[in-house]
């Protein structure tokens, strides 16, 4: 099992990203995006179940960031509209195979090795 991550850079407040996360081996129940900015605690950002496509945002990101994913291609995307300075952090795409959606990243069996996004002002 291997989630690849990919998408991240160096913007400026106010533009956008697209992060991709490829999954190979299985399928999972849910996939999602967590963070980590220097000294800070790994945070949920947003989760999508495969089965029904139900979407779940952390508050920090609603109206700006879209999860959704590519059924063929075995990918979950997270687009990030109107990126902050605050957004900046590595951010990993994670599943489980189970369709319970969870914001606790100690939920999560699978993970990919991170994608830094930096946001300058």
């Known amino acids: 099992v291997q989630l690849q991550a990919s998408g991240g850079g160096l913007v400026q407040a106010g533009d956008s990203l697209r992060l991709s996360c490829s999954a190979s081996g299985r399928t999972f129940g849910v996939m999602a995006w967590f963070r980590q900015a220097p000294g800070k605690w790994r945070e949920f950002v947003a989760a999508?179940?495969?089965?029904?496509?139900?979407?779940y945002y952390a508050d920090t990101v609603k109206g700006r960031f879209s999860i959704s994913r590519d059924d063929v291609k075995n990918t979950v995307y997270l687009q990030m509209n109107n990126l902050i300075t605050d957004d900046t952090a590595v951010y990993y795409c994670a599943a489980r195979p189970s369709p319970v959606i969870h914001y606790q990243y100690q939920q999560y069996n699978y993970w990919g090795q991170g994608t830094l996004v930096t946001v300058s002002s």
């Open positions: 999508i179940r495969w089965s029904d496509l139900s979407t």
